[in-house]
Antibody, heavy 125, light 110 residues
Framework: QVQLVESGGGVVQPGRSLRLSCAASGFTFSTYAMHWVRQAPGKGLEWVAIISYDGNKKYYADSVRGRFTISRDNSKNTLYLQMNSLRAEDTAVYFC??????????????????WGQGTTVTVSS | QSALTQPASVSGSPGQSITISCTGTSSDVGGYNYVSWYQQHPGKAPKLMIYEVSNRPSGVSNRFSGSKSGNTASLTISGLQAEDEADYYCSSYTSSSEEVFGTGTKVTVL
């Protein structure tokens, strides 16, 4: 079945780094754009980043641009989020999600039709 | 990019209809027909309920419908059921090629 499984979360000190992974199965990963979305404790959803199916196009939320890097390895069916210079406000559950529709040339996209269960990141000293 | 504005809470009795609004700007909701809606139960991942303003994914009940007028999108749940009690989020593509979520609405079935 179509599935996304995140891993790599944990407790980390402010200023340190962490890399999240999202393993995909049950579909042709290399043909789908992917998102990272996070949710702070008791708060709403916040979009983090998107990457095109080939990894050549990436966009980030202002809150993480310059600190986080989204990437993918299509040979391993895996999406990544490298998080550097972590702050307390990065504490959240991080979800990966598959993009329902992505037009590569225009850059338009919509819909997140498959979600992982999330992995928790806690930034605390 | 500021979050889209949703009411914090909406409630209704079983069988009634409720509508959740999602207000943005001409740079997001008003500029594109790329609005989606998600349902999230406590401790669970979000679930796509509506995409491209008014389209339902396979398996989503036809009690859920979406629409848009100007900078405001709406999600209507008709024939409200106990299982519909959850948080709902809208989202939209933006002119910066980013995605923005709404502030979220807690739906309570009385």
């Amino acid at each position: 079945q179509v599935q996304l499984v995140e891993s790599g979360g944990g407790v980390v000190q402010p200023g340190r780094s962490l890399r999240l992974s999202c393993a995909a199965s049950g579909f042709t990963f290399s043909t789908y754009a992917m998102h990272w979305v996070r949710q702070a404790p008791g708060k709403g959803l916040e979009w983090v980043a998107i990457i095109s199916y080939d990894g050549n196009k990436k966009y980030y939320a202002d809150s993480v641009r310059g600190r986080f890097t989204i990437s993918r390895d299509n040979s391993k069916n895996t999406l990544y989020l490298q998080m550097n210079s972590l702050r307390a406000e990065d504490t959240a559950v991080y979800f990966c999600a598959r993009v329902l529709y992505y037009d590569y040339w225009s850059g338009y996209y919509y819909g997140m039709d498959v979600w992982g269960q999330g992995t928790t990141v806690t930034v605390s000293s | 990019q500021s979050a889209l504005t949703q009411p914090a809470s909406v409630s209704g009795s079983p069988g009634q209809s409720i509508t959740i609004s999602c207000t943005g700007t001409s740079s997001d909701v008003g500029g594109y027909n790329y609005v989606s809606w998600y349902q999230q139960h406590p401790g669970k991942a979000p679930k796509l309920m509506i995409y491209e303003v008014s389209n339902r994914p396979s398996g989503v009940s036809n009690r859920f419908s979406g629409s848009k007028s100007g900078n405001t999108a709406s999600l209507t749940i008709s024939g409200l059921q106990a299982e519909d009690e959850a948080d709902y989020y809208c989202s939209s593509y933006t002119s910066s090629s980013e995605e923005v979520f709404g502030t979220g609405t807690k739906v309570t079935v009385l």
